[in-house]
């Protein structure tokens, strides 16, 4: 499982990366965020958050097998964005753009398979609904798409962290 968590934080680094990547956003002004909404990682991990945003209390115990139910379901929700993204016709700069974005999904499929999630559905984005005719609109989107899944990730790391420190059950975690 430390591979696991290994990998989680390899995930950060890389969408931190990539957020700062010339080519994918050139010309994209906009800092919005867009946030894919069809978990619940941030309540389900909760407590692993306690410190750092007010506000979000759960009802009941800690699960560790929620949190990482909505984990895996974010995984491959954004897997599938990032997928249907590369396989777009209309990239600006295909050569330069689909290797930076397939080295995040080959991160996300090696944490599928490490990590022991008990999450297996497909996803639940109508990714393929997402891009239109606009190279620059989609690129756009797929940026503000990725400062999501920034922000997600950080969360993934924090409630990997809360896990490994064994603090919700008082035993050591094999994290
Ligand atoms: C993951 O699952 C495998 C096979 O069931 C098991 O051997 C391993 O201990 C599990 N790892 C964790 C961290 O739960
Ligand atoms: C999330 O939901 C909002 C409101 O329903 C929607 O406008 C937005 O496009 C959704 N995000 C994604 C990535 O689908
Ligand atoms: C959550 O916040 C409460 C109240 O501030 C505190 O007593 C508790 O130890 C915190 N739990 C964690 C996991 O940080
Ligand atoms: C993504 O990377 C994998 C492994 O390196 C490779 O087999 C695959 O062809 C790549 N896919 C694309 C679209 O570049």
Redesign the pocket.
């Known amino acids: 499982m430390r591979e696991c968590s290994w990998l989680f934080r390899t995930l950060l680094l890389n969408v931190s990366g990539l957020l700062k990547n010339d080519v994918l956003w050139s010309g994209i002004l906009s800092d919005k965020v867009l946030p894919v909404n069809s978990s619940d990682t941030v309540l389900a991990c909760a407590p692993a958050l306690n410190k750092t945003l007010c506000g979000i209390q759960r009802k009941g115990p800690f699960s560790e097998n929620e949190c990482f139910k909505n984990i895996a379901k974010d995984l491959v929700d954004y897997e599938a964005i990032i997928s249907s993204y ?1 396989k777009l016709q209309n990239l600006r700069s295909p050569a330069e753009e ?2 930076p974005l ?1 080295r995040t ?2 991160i996300i499929h090696n944490l599928l398979k490490s990590c022991n999630f008990t999450w297996t559905e497909k996803a639940s984005v109508e990714e393929n609904a997402m891009w239109g005719k606009s190279s620059f609109d989609n690129r756009q989107k797929m940026l503000m798409i990725m400062r999501a899944f920034h922000i997600r990730t950080i969360t993934f790391n924090r409630a990997v962290g809360y896990i490994a420190s064994g603090e919700h059950k008082n035993t050591p975690s094999p994290f």
């Open positions: 590369i689909v290797p397939n999904l080959q």
